[in-house]
């Protein structure tokens, strides 16, 4: 096969980026190791910043999420069994936000992919980047047994965490940074109508997070030791101790029912640098995991293909590379703000099994002064909301 650029996973990040290199002429094929139906069965994250809910608009992918997002200006936080209080992320950073489930936003791009006839290729296996260093790289794969070959000019690693692109990269060219935080979430999906904003929850029993999908749709998360397993948590354990780690006059508003979905993630912080070694380029995260506790992950996946979707237009449309071979360092940039960022909410928010008085006390008074103090709020506003793009 010959194609223009080889994309490597139909993630979110590999599936926009084929979308948006479509609409502007570009071609490109992408392999994904799952099937469509795994790949659309994901239950992932929720929160769109603007700057990427345009990003979505603009790939012709908006319609659905206007109708059905919901749109929320700020955010709730709840601390200490009794306080509450509501962060106004339109007041302080002049944004708002979309809660809008990534399990539909990757139906949207699969549905306006198979109108633009954009080639994937399920379950491929054994991939295989050659050749980067030259202006000719190849991406070998098997596909139900038979070997298969894309000769293109561009290979991008849309390949998640866990997937082959970074290994590409010549020994000693990549560095890697890596946090893992000694919790993980245990969040469960139910048909029930959710609260009607977000609200984070720091509690003596550990974290808390009340999200939402769709107004017959909530998102709930509890932090939980690494050991648990989803076999440990039955809905009644789930629900009893979510109510209690909110403060009364959240949880009295928790409406609880059967779940549908229940699953338990690791957190950890990590980073691949430089994201691009000759031809060959990496996007979300295949480069990069946060912690979810800033809701980040799907919004740097997108700021990544914003970035080099410009740049691969600029390279076909004006022979120009100025953005290609700033790529790296502008992604980053904005990588290292959000893991920053991230770190921080989760360090608040969450109990650690080491915690001392004094980090209890520590906590305490950064959320007090966060509930205080305008300025505390609109340095957090201005993350949450997601800094905008560089020029
Ligand atoms: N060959 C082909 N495809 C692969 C391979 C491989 N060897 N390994 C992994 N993949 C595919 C995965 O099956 C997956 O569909 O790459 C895709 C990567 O998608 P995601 O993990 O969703 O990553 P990304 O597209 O960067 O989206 C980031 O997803 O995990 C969330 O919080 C994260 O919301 C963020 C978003
Ligand atoms: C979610 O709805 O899944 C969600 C919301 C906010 C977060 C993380 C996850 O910070």
Redesign the pocket.
Known sequence: MLTQVAI????????LLALLLHNAGIESIV????TRQ??LS?V??GVLEWGAVEVFRRAGVGARLDAEGHVHSGTGIAFGGEHVFFVDIERHANSRFMAYG?TMLQEDLYLAIDQANVQIEFE??H?AIHDITTAAPSVA?TQHGESKRIDCQFVVG???????AKSAMPAGVLRTYEKTYPFGWLGILSETPPLEQLVYCNSERGFALASQRNPMLSRYYVQCPLEDSVDDWSDDRFWHELVLRFPDRIAKQIITGPSIDKSIAPLRSFVAEPMRFGTLFL????AH?VP?TGAK??N??VSDVHYLSRALIQHYHDRHDHYLDRYSEMALRRVWGSVRFSWWMTSLLHRFPDHTEIDQRLQEAELAYLQSSDSAQAAMCEQYAGLPFED
């Open positions: 490597v996973g139909a993630g979110p990040a590999g599936s392999v994904e190791r799952q795994h790949v994901r992932r994250a990534q491929v296996d991939v794969f849309c390949d998640g965490f866990h997937g082959p996007a979300g995260d295949a995991i979810p992950g799907l740097l996946a």
